[in-house]
């Protein structure tokens, strides 16, 4: 998408604000949660994309191979600035928490794994679940338009916590029919007498 094709409502961040918004959220996010937070800063606080011009970016990369987060940082960095904007934003994610994961893990694993050691993550845990929660109740809001969507929600969780099936089956399966549905349609012409 071309940088420079901004919605009104948007703001237009600087490339040192890019890399300092990324290294912030590769300082202070945990768990599973990340994809929240990442919406809640961007979309809701900074107002530097929309729902409508994140949620497609969310669902591409979720459909494609690696890490959600990595995907998602070259994707909004892209949005906002280009390759380079790419670049730096996946570059500031990563390498705080790779520092930081280094040197934790080191005292971890050399200083002895304590009570209190597995009850902090059991603690980060769990308010990265509430993060996620708290992201599909609100992308959930605009992102579901219809009983088809449900339906599309409801056999995607069948088909992966009841039939156990991998992810990409389940994507082979209910992208074609998501595809199908949310097609473009002509509008019909209506011919007047």
């Not at 959220?25 to 919406?39: E, K, P």
């Not at 690696?66 to 995907?71: E, L």
């Not at 934003?89 to 209190?116: K, N, Q, S, W």
């Not at 599309?152 to 009841?162: E, G, K, S, W, Y």
Request: hydrophobic share 50%.
């Amino acid at each position: 998408m071309n940088p420079e094709a901004k919605s009104p409502e948007t703001a237009q961040p600087g490339l040192g604000e890019l890399a300092r918004l990324f290294l912030f959220i590769g300082l202070t996010s945990f768990g599973g949660g990340i994809t929240a937070y990442i919406r809640r800063i961007v979309v809701t606080e900074k107002r530097w994309l929309t729902d409508e011009e994140f949620l497609p970016g969310l669902g591409l990369v979720q459909l494609l191979p690696g890490a959600n987060v990595a995907g998602l940082a070259v994707y909004i960095g892209n949005h906002l600035k280009g390759p380079l904007g790419s670049a730096v934003a996946l570059f500031c994610l990563f390498v705080p928490p790779f520092i930081t994961t280094c040197a934790l893990g080191f005292l971890y694993f050399h200083a002895g794994r304590t009570e209190d050691a597995s009850a902090i993550l059991m603690g980060v845990t769990a308010a990265a679940c509430g993060l996620m929660a708290s992201m599909v109740f609100e992308s959930g809001q605009k992102a579901i338009k219809g009983v088809f969507d449900v339906l599309l929600i409801l056999l995607t969780f069948a088909l992966v916590r009841c039939a156990h099936l991998h992810v990409p089956i389940v994507i082979l399966i209910v992208a074609p029919l998501a595809l199908w549905w949310h097609r473009p349609r002509k509008a019909s012409t209506k011919e007047s007498p």
